[in-house]
C-alpha cells in the first residue's frame, strides 16, 4: 500500500515549456485535489476531483489542467509554464471531502 | 485579511518544554478544525481533527477550539526533538466543495 504517489520530485523548467505532474493513490479515494505551497502563503488549494470524469477549480486554478478518467490517477498539466508557478505541488486524497487528507510527498518545481 | 492567520514563527523550544501553537480565523462557517504536521521536504500529515468547542487530547497533543473566539489551538506537552516541524492549521467549512483552508504554518525547533 503506497498511499499517493507524486512524480517527479524535481523539475526544472523554461519559461513557456508545458508538463505534466502525475499522482495515483491506491486506496480507492473519491476525492483528490491539487495543492501548492508558498512560503508564507500556506497550501492553496489549485483543482479538486470529487470522482472519476468530475473535476473543479479552487483558489489559484489559472494556468493549470487536470482531468480524472480513472479513480486513482489525477495528472496537473502546466499548459505554458511561468515563474510564478515556482513552488512545491502536493497532491492529497481522501475517502470524502470532510475525511481524512493523505497527502503525496510534493514536487518541487522551478520555473526559470 | 487572510481567512486563516497563523504566526509563522519560527518557534525554538528546549526539549520538554509545553509548545502552544495558535490559528485565528474569520469565518464563523468553519466547521472542522485539523491540525497537520510537516517534516522538511515531506507532505503534511493529519495530527489532530475536531468539530466541535472545546478539547481534545492524543497522547502529547491536545487540540482546543474556541468558536465564539474563532480560535484554535494546539498544545505538545513534553516536546521532543522529532516535533521539530511545520505545523499548519486547516479548517473546512460548509458548501459542495468543502475546501479545506490552510493557515501558512508555524516552524517548531525542539532542541535536545
Known amino acids: 500500500n503506497a498511499g499517493v504517489t507524486q512524480t517527479p520530485k524535481f523539475q526544472v523548467l523554461k519559461t513557456g515549456q508545458s508538463m505534466t505532474l502525475q499522482c495515483a493513490q491506491d486506496?480507492?479515494?473519491?476525492?483528490m485535489s491539487w495543492y501548492r505551497q508558498d512560503p508564507g502563503m500556506g497550501l492553496r488549494l489549485i483543482h479538486y476531483?470529487?470522482?472519476?470524469?468530475?473535476?473543479d477549480q479552487g483558489e489559484v486554478p489559472n494556468g493549470y489542467n487536470v482531468s480524472r478518467s480513472t479513480t486513482e490517477d489525477f495528472p496537473l498539466r502546466l499548459l505554458s509554464a511561468a515563474p510564478s508557478q515556482t513552488s512545491v505541488y502536493f497532491c492529497?486524497?481522501?475517502?470524502?471531502?470532510?475525511?481524512?487528507?493523505?497527502f503525496g510527498s510534493g514536487t518541487q518545481l522551478s520555473v526559470l | 485579511q487572510k481567512e486563516v492567520e497563523q504566526d509563522p514563527g519560527p518557534l525554538s523550544v528546549p526539549e520538554g518544554a509545553i509548545v502552544s501553537l495558535n490559528c485565528t480565523y474569520s469565518?464563523?462557517?468553519?466547521?472542522?478544525f485539523m491540525w497537520y504536521r510537516q517534516y522538511s521536504r515531506k507532505g503534511p500529515e493529519l495530527l489532530m481533527y475536531?468539530?466541535?468547542?472545546g478539547n481534545k487530547e492524543d497522547g502529547r497533543f491536545t487540540a482546543q477550539v474556541d468558536k465564539s473566539s474563532k480560535y484554535i489551538s494546539l498544545f505538545i506537552r513534553d516536546s521532543q526533538p522529532s516535533d521539530s516541524a511545520t505545523y499548519l492549521c486547516?479548517?473546512?467549512?460548509?458548501?459542495?466543495?468543502?475546501?479545506?483552508?490552510f493557515g501558512s504554518g508555524t516552524q517548531l525547533t525542539v532542541l535536545p
Open positions: 476531483s470529487v470522482g472519476a470524469g468530475i473535476t
Open positions: 469565518n464563523s462557517a468553519f466547521q472542522y
Open positions: 475536531t468539530y466541535s468547542s
Open positions: 486547516a479548517m473546512l467549512g460548509p458548501g459542495s466543495a468543502r475546501q479545506l483552508t
Open positions: 486506496m480507492n479515494h473519491e476525492y
Open positions: 492529497a486524497s481522501s475517502r470524502g471531502t470532510d475525511e481524512k487528507l493523505f
